[in-house]
C-alpha cells in the first residue's frame, strides 16, 4: 500500500490556502507554515474574475464566497471633481465566460481557511530555507525546526524566501513608479447611492469606489510617485493630501474608513524557472503581477488548480512540477507586461494622454471591451478550463 505523501507550503494567504485545497483533493497530507502569528489577510478588497470563480469551483468554495461578495451592475466613471465621463451596465455573466465578483479579502481569506481547517497551519512558522536529499525537501524553520516532505510550495509572496534561496542572485523587485492607498469600510453605502461603483482618472491619478459585501465598500487611490511629496508615505497623510481634489463620494466613503494601507506598486521580471527539484513556486511567490491586472489573486488560485492536475497526471513529483511551471509561466508572463503597460497609461501625468485616455473612454462602446476581459479571463485560466 503506497503512504500518503507530504506537502509543505510555505505561507497561508490565499494562494497557500489554495494549494493546500488542492494538493488535499489530489490525496497528499499537507503541511501550511505562516510566519505570523495570527491568519490575517492582508490587503483589502479583490476582483474575483470568472476564471478564479472556475479555479474556487474546483477547489470547491466558490459557493461559499459567493455568498460573502457582491457582482457589480452598473457604475460611473468620472472626473477627480465628480464630472461624468461615462455610465457603465455590466453584461451578465454568460457573456463574460462567468460571474464576476468583488470580495473583500478577508471574506475569501476565511472560506479558504474554513476549507483547509486551522489544523493544517502552523503559526509562528518561519521559513529560511530549505535543502534537498533525493527525492526528499527539507524546510528549515527560524525555529530550528526541519520539517521533511516529498514536496515544498513556495507561496510565500513577492518577497519569498523560498524564490530567494532558490534565485539568490536575483536583483530587487521593480518599481513601477505608483504609489497606492487602500481601505475598507462597513456602513458607507449610500454613499454610492443606486451604484455599484465608481471609477476615477486624472493626470497620473487612478482611484475606485466598489461595493464588495452587503455591507462594505472596498476603494483605492493609487497615483505617480511624481506626483507625492518628498517622504510622505504614511497612508493617512496621503489620503488627507489628495482628498479635497475628489468629490464629495470619494471624500466621504474614504474619510469614514478607520484602517487605511499604502504601498509602493512594484513586480518582478519573469525568472527562468520557478522550481528544481522537489521545489516550485506559487502566486505572487512566482510571478507578483501590479494590481492593474485584476488577476494577482486570481492567478494563485489558478495555479494551485493547475499544480493539483500535474501532481494527479504524473505521480512522478519532480516532472509534475516541471509540467505545471511551463503551463503557468508563459501565462502570467503574459498577464505581467499588460499590467505594466495599463500601469505607464494610468500612472502617467500628461495632459495629452489624459484628454485622449477620456476620449476613447466617452467613444468606445464598453461590449468590445467586455469581450477582450473575458478573452483575457479565457488565456489566463487553467488548460482544463476550456
Known sequence: MTSVRTALIVGAGIGGLSAGI???QAGWRIRIFERAASLRELGFGLLVAPNAFAALHQLGVADVVLARAFAPTHGEVRRMDGTVIKRVRFPPPEALGGPTVVALRQALHLALIEAVGLDAVTLCGEAQGFTMAGERVGLHLASGEVAE??????ADGGGSVIRRTIHPSEPPPRSSGIVAVRGAVHGALHHLGDLSFIYYL??????FLVRAS?????WALSLACKLVPPDMSDPAELLAYMSPRFDATFRAVTSATDEVRYDKLIDRDPIPFWGIGVVTLLGDAA???LPHTGQGAAQAIVDAVALRQALTNDDHVERALRVYERERRQ??????KQGRRTARIMGSTSPILNYMRELAIQTIPVQPLFKVFASINRRAGTDSDR
Do not use: F, N, S
Not at 149 to 154: K, N
Not at 202 to 207: D, I, T
Open 287 to 289: 510571478h507578483p503581477l
Open 149 to 154: 516532505g516529498d514536496l515544498l510550495v513556495g
Open 331 to 336: 501565462k502570467t508572463a503574459t498577464l505581467l
Open 202 to 207: 486624472g493626470p497620473g491619478v487612478e482611484a
Open 214 to 218: 452587503d455591507t462594505g465598500i472596498y
Open 22 to 24: 488542492a494538493l488535499r
